[in-house]
């Protein structure tokens, strides 16, 4: 059970999924952080993105109290020496391909009818941000976006969301009764 306390691995895994959904992470960037990039008394992270650069990013309640729980029983399984956040019960950094496994295996359990992946609540996240936000800007930014264009395919804007967007924001969308547009 994804929720049991008492299997490390799987309080592991929810803290994985907990933090992938909540900071919108890369499978590459979670597997790639260290005990000292996070900072759960501030609820931030720092991930090292593609090109090598850094961003900060928030952590929210749910993934800092599923970290606090990892944590705890993390001795458990990690070595003296082992600088990483998650590890293998082979008391290593846990590599990208067992987060899939892992991932696809709670999904399974959990008799979801689709696969459950890391890009999946990449890609849940962004589109959570967005719907809610509508600051596509601030999306890139933690999405870790060089490019805006990215961010948009990623996201999956649809025209017609674009469409009511521009509708009630742009002062020229809204026509006035009665008038014609001759241009």
């Known amino acids: ?43 931030q992270l720092r991930v090292t993105g593609k090109g090598s650069r850094e961003r900060v990013l928030p952590m929210g309640r749910m993934a800092v109290e599923w970290l606090q729980k990892w944590l705890k029983v993390r ?5 003296d020496e082992e600088q990483a956040l998650f590890v293998s019960k082979r008391k290593q950094r846990l590599s990208a391909r067992s987060v899939q ?5 709670w999904g399974n359990k959990q008799a979801l009818n689709a696969h459950v992946h890391p890009h999946k609540l990449r890609h849940s996240f962004a589109t959570h941000m967005l ?35 521009y509708d009630s924001a742009h002062p020229r969308a ?10």
């Open 1 to 43: 059970n994804i929720t049991d306390e008492q299997d490390p691995l799987a309080v592991r895994d929810r803290a994985i999924m907990e933090l992938m959904y909540s900071s919108g992470l890369r499978l590459a960037e979670l597997v790639g952080l260290n005990l000292v990039d996070i900072k759960l008394d501030e609820r």
């Open 75 to 79: 001795p458990l399984l990690a070595g």
């Open 174 to 183: 809204k026509r006035e009764p009665g008038s014609e547009d001759n241009e």
């Open 131 to 165: 719907e809610s936000s509508g600051d596509l800007r601030a999306v890139q930014e933690l999405l870790g976006h060089a490019d805006l264009s990215t961010t948009q395919i990623y996201t999956h804007l649809d025209f017609q969301h674009l469409a009511k967007v």
């Open 101 to 105: 496994e892992r991932l696809d295996g």
